[in-house]
C-alpha cells in the first residue's frame, strides 16, 4: 500500500528522504509515496515466488533479490520496490545509496487493493521502459491468478494467465516453469482481513 506525501519532488529530494529514512518510499512521475505494509498472503505469495524463482535459477548467472531491493528505470525517472526481482548477467546499479538496480529480468509484482491498477497498468508501461526486463509476472492477491507478461524477441509483450491449479508458468530463458499450486500452497487469500 502507499500513501502520497505530496507531488514535485525532484529524484535528489527523493534520493536524499529515501536515505535518511527507516521506511520505504517509491517515486513516480515527482510524487514520494510511502510504502505500508502488506498483508499476510501477500507476504506469503512473494515469498514462495521468490523461492521458486531461486530453485528455477540456480546454476544460472541469477540473483533472486527481495521487496527491499529498488529499482530505477531511468527512462522514466521511477524508483520502485518490486515484490521479487531477478538479474541475470552483468548487475548494474546506480550510484544512489543504497544503489539501485537498473537492469533486471525479471520483475513480479503481487498485488494488493491499492496497488493493483498501477501494478496492471503504469507502473507496466514503466518497467517497459528496461531494455533487459524479459518477464513481468502479477500475481493476484484476490483470486489464484498469475499474469505472466513476456517480451518475445520480436520486442512485443504476450500475455499468458494463469488460472488452474496445475498451470505451469513457463520461464523458457531460464529452461524451466513453476505450477501455480505451488504458488498458493496453503495460502487462505483472506488471512488478515477485517471480516
Not at 531461486?54 to 527481495?66: I, M, P, Q
Not at 521502459?129 to 520480436?154: K, N, Q, T
Request: hydrophobic residues 35%; negative net charge; glycine residues 6%.
Amino acid at each position: 500500500m502507499t500513501v502520497a506525501l505530496r507531488e514535485s519532488f525532484t529524484e535528489a529530494e527523493y534520493l536524499a528522504l529515501e536515505k535518511a529514512s527507516d521506511h520505504k518510499h517509491e517515486f513516480v512521475d515527482g510524487a514520494i509515496l510511502a510504502m505500508a505494509g502488506a498483508r499476510p498472503a501477500h507476504n506469503a505469495l512473494a515469498s514462495h515466488v521468490a523461492a521458486a524463482l531461486v530453485a528455477l535459477t540456480r546454476g544460472r548467472d541469477c540473483l533472486t533479490l527481495s521487496s527491499d531491493q529498488r529499482v530505477h528505470v531511468p527512462a522514466t525517472k521511477l524508483y520502485t520496490y518490486p515484490d521479487v526481482t531477478v538479474a541475470c548477467g552483468e548487475r548494474r546499479y546506480d550510484d544512489a545509496d543504497p544503489p539501485s538496480l537498473l537492469n533486471p529480468t525479471l520483475v513480479v509484482e503481487v498485488t494488493s487493493d491499492s496497488t493493483e491498477d498501477f501494478d496492471r497498468g503504469k507502473k507496466f508501461l514503466h518497467y517497459q521502459s528496461i531494455i533487459e526486463l524479459r518477464d513481468y509476472v502479477i500475481v493476484s492477491h484476490r483470486e489464484r491468478r498469475i499474469d505472466h507478461f513476456r517480451r518475445e524477441g520480436d520486442g512485443q509483450w504476450h500475455l499468458a494467465t494463469h488460472t488452474r491449479d496445475d498451470a505451469r508458468v513457463d520461464f523458457p530463458a531460464y529452461g524451466g516453469a513453476f505450477c501455480l499450486s505451488d504458488i498458493y500452497v496453503n495460502i487462505d487469500l483472506n488471512e488478515g482481513r477485517q471480516r
